[in-house]
């Protein structure tokens, strides 16, 4: 337990190192009292710092080679855990942003209003220093104690607290030294890049509104429109999430989902890249948010790098002396199923080798097709209905009656425990109004009575997703322990990319292995999962 007399609380106001202006620092005890800090001396603190937003400090302790607290508790992830919604489910506030959390602190003599928008803006602009805003800093600094203690009690009451503690803090703090450290980039290559995916956006965009005569736009917005254009339209209304999702399903037989995922990977791409350009012309510094899903997965939220499509992370490089090292789990998400379901039928089906493989042969004749008999299973076991699953296979064999057929035949009888399982967890969201991973990280439904069709669809979700976010971090946290001569430069949702020393590289990464199983098992203890090290650029 973090004792709250011990600790150190910051309010900051930083505008980004480019920007102008400087960060105002101001930093209180558990008697409330504030007084101005500099980095330096924020730099030297060991006691826990409980502030928000520590992100944006992180370029300024680097550009003047003060090394980062060791100890930050942010706000902002504790409230996420509490809340246990998506972003989704909010319009543009947010109960863990900082106007949310901080303005009840401001007394109405201050212009609320004002108060709201600097703090909003706070990352698009220096704060103006004046009299006026250093009194209401001050006041918020003041209350970021009692607003601690708060949310202390909050995440006892949910069961929330040791996750916090013992999970969230580590991995935030990890992320933190991530951020601080970079990842080297090749500019030159990423030029050539930029340009060859100007190409391929040009192109496809060409094919879909010249030669076919699709409004790209619309297609990339509308289901109902895009399934129109399709050689084998959808069925159901709620057959496919969103368009990105059919778009995914059918991009390797139908010519126009082909098109539109090159337009819009190229899109998304471009962004990347653009992004990853900043002042240090040699390095990429991305922010992560460790509560980046309400599932708890990391996200590089700037730039999206875990989003960086294969054939462009050919930019980035590695530091001298040290090799890259990008270590995967092999079917993630049936092998957590299977262990916390505790299904016999599963658990012998993942423990007999490579599922999907054996799967696309058993379904679609041929190993070839294991993508997108991944992306079916994942889609099923997230919530989707059976009926609706041989829209997946229809692309490969031909029409829909022979896809039902193989769909009823051969791929439901093998997971009719699964179904049970699956009922367990949505009785349990129906009954307590929340679901969530053996160690905490619940998400909450925001209506009672029945469950609705999505919302059965996330509860497996929660479950699954979130067991293998808690595995992550938990090997994260494992290796900054046992192994810190690995750097972690970007996890992915089920793999890590890491720098090791080059020197020792075959010692550490067959410790770094070990690391994954271990992890692994100490949460789902009926699997021995498969990891392996792989080519991060293919």
Same mark, same amino acid.
């Given at each position: 337990?973090?004792?709250? +007399?011990?600790?150190?609380?910051?309010?900051?106001? *930083?505008?980004?190192?480019?920007?102008?202006?400087?960060?105002?620092?101001?930093?209180?005890?558990?008697?409330?009292?504030?007084?101005?800090?500099?980095?330096?001396?924020?730099?030297?603190?060991?006691?826990?710092?409980?502030?928000?937003?520590?992100?944006?400090?992180?370029?300024?302790?680097?550009? +003047?080679?003060?090394?980062?607290?060791?100890?930050?508790?942010?706000?902002?992830?504790?409230?996420?855990?509490?809340?246990? #919604?998506?972003?989704?489910?909010?319009?543009? +506030?947010?109960?863990?942003?900082?106007?949310?959390?901080?303005?009840?602190?401001?007394?109405?003599?201050?212009?609320?209003?004002?108060?709201?928008?600097? @703090?909003?803006?706070?990352?698009?602009?220096?704060?103006?220093?004046?009299?006026?805003?250093?009194?209401?800093?001050?006041? &918020?600094?003041?209350?970021?104690?009692?607003?601690?203690?708060?949310?202390?009690?909050?995440?006892?009451?949910?069961?929330? @607290?040791?996750?916090?503690?013992?999970?969230?803090?580590?991995?935030?703090?990890?992320?933190?030294?991530? +951020?601080?450290?970079?990842?080297?980039?090749?500019?030159?290559? #990423?030029?050539?890049?930029?340009?060859?995916?100007?190409?391929?956006?040009?192109?496809?965009? =060409?094919?879909?509104?010249?030669?076919?005569?699709?409004?790209?736009?619309?297609? @990339?917005?509308?289901?109902?429109?895009?399934?129109?254009?399709?050689?084998?339209?959808?069925?159901?209304?709620?057959?496919?999430?969103?368009?990105?999702?059919?778009?995914?399903? #059918?991009?390797?037989?139908?010519?126009?989902?082909?098109?539109?995922?090159?337009?819009?990977?190229?899109?998304?791409?471009?962004?990347?890249?653009?992004?990853?350009?900043? !002042?240090?012309?040699?390095?990429?510094?991305?922010?992560?948010?460790?509560?980046? *899903?309400?599932?708890?997965?990391?996200?590089?939220?700037?730039?999206?790098?875990?989003?960086?499509?294969?054939?462009?992370?050919?930019?980035?490089?590695?530091?001298?002396?040290?090799?890259?090292? =990008?270590?995967?789990?092999?079917?993630?998400?049936?092998?957590?199923?299977?262990? &916390?379901?505790?299904?016999?039928?599963?658990?012998? @089906?993942?423990?007999?080798?490579?599922?999907?493989?054996?799967?696309?042969?058993?379904?679609?004749?041929?190993?070839?097709?294991?993508?997108?008999?991944?992306?079916?299973?994942?889609? =099923?076991?997230?919530?989707?209905?059976? !009926?609706?699953? !041989?829209?997946?296979?229809?692309?490969?064999?031909?029409?829909?009656?022979?896809?039902?057929?193989?769909?009823?035949? #051969?791929?439901?009888?093998?997971?009719?425990? &699964?179904?049970?399982?699956?009922? *367990?967890?949505?009785?349990?969201?129906?009954?307590?109004?929340?679901?969530?991973?053996?160690?905490?990280?619940?998400? =909450?439904?925001?209506?009672?009575?029945?469950?609705?069709?999505?919302?059965?669809?996330?509860?497996?979700?929660?479950?699954?997703?979130?067991?293998?976010?808690?595995?992550?971090?938990?090997?994260?946290?494992?290796?900054?322990?046992?192994?810190?001569?690995?750097?972690?430069?970007?996890?992915?949702?089920?793999?890590?990319?890491?720098?090791?020393?080059?020197?020792?590289?075959?010692?550490?990464?067959?410790?770094?292995?070990?690391?994954?199983?271990?992890?692994?098992?100490?949460?789902?203890?009926?699997?021995?999962?498969?990891?392996?090290?792989?080519?991060?650029?293919?």
């Amino acid at each position: 337990m973090i004792d709250t +007399q011990h600790c150190c609380f910051l309010f900051h106001h *930083t505008p980004p190192t480019d920007f102008g202006g400087k960060p105002l620092l101001l930093i209180s005890g558990a008697d409330g009292k504030v007084k101005a800090a500099t980095l330096e001396e924020i730099s030297k603190i060991e006691r826990p710092l409980v502030t928000h937003s520590f992100t944006l400090l992180v370029d300024w302790f680097r550009n +003047q080679t003060l090394p980062l607290p060791k100890n930050v508790v942010d706000l902002e992830v504790a409230k996420k855990l509490l809340v246990g #919604r998506p972003k989704s489910d909010f319009d543009i +506030q947010r109960p863990w942003d900082m106007p949310s959390m901080f303005q009840r602190f401001v007394h109405t003599r201050y212009d609320k209003k004002g108060v709201r928008a600097s @703090l909003a803006t706070h990352l698009a602009k220096p704060p103006i220093s004046d009299f006026a805003n250093l009194r209401w800093m001050t006041v &918020i600094a003041a209350g970021l104690g009692g607003l601690w203690l708060e949310i202390l009690g909050e995440l006892e009451v949910k069961g929330e @607290l040791r996750r916090f503690l013992d999970v969230e803090v580590p991995a935030y703090n990890a992320m933190l030294a991530s +951020q601080y450290r970079g990842i080297r980039l090749d500019a030159h290559c #990423r030029d050539r890049l930029m340009q060859m995916l100007e190409d391929d956006y040009v192109s496809a965009h =060409y094919q879909l509104a010249i030669g076919k005569g699709i409004d790209v736009e619309r297609a @990339l917005a509308d289901l109902q429109y895009l399934s129109s254009h399709l050689i084998h339209p959808i069925q159901y209304a709620d057959e496919f999430a969103d368009v990105a999702q059919l778009i995914d399903a #059918r991009k390797d037989f139908d010519p126009v989902c082909a098109l539109l995922h090159e337009v819009a990977n190229a899109r998304r791409n471009r962004s990347i890249l653009l992004r990853s350009i900043g !002042s240090d012309a040699e390095f990429c510094y991305p922010v992560f948010d460790t509560m980046g *899903t309400v599932t708890g997965r990391i996200l590089a939220v700037d730039p999206h790098l875990q989003h960086l499509a294969k054939k462009y992370r050919s930019m980035i490089r590695t530091r001298a002396g040290q090799k890259l090292v =990008y270590v995967d789990y092999s079917q993630f998400e049936p092998n957590i199923m299977s262990s &916390i379901s505790k299904d016999s039928q599963l658990l012998a @089906l993942c423990s007999a080798g490579d599922l999907y493989e054996r799967m696309a042969v058993e379904l679609c004749g041929d190993a070839k097709y294991r993508k997108i008999v991944k992306l079916m299973f994942l889609a =099923y076991s997230y919530g989707k209905q059976v !009926s609706t699953l !041989s829209d997946f296979l229809v692309g490969i064999l031909g029409t829909r009656e022979k896809s039902e057929a193989m769909i009823n035949e #051969r791929f439901i009888p093998l997971f009719a425990g &699964i179904e049970k399982w699956k009922l *367990t967890v949505e009785n349990e969201l129906a009954m307590t109004g929340r679901i969530g991973t053996l160690s905490g990280n619940y998400r =909450y439904r925001e209506n009672s009575g029945e469950l609705e069709a999505k919302e059965r669809r996330w509860a497996i979700s929660q479950v699954v997703q979130g067991t293998g976010s808690l595995i992550l971090k938990k090997l994260i946290n494992r290796l900054t322990v046992e192994l810190p001569e690995v750097a972690v430069l970007l996890p992915m949702h089920d793999a890590l990319l890491a720098e090791v020393p080059e020197k020792c590289a075959a010692e550490v990464t067959a410790v770094l292995l070990e690391c994954c199983r271990k992890t692994f098992k100490d949460i789902c203890p009926l699997v021995s999962p498969a990891v392996s090290e792989k080519d991060f650029f293919s």
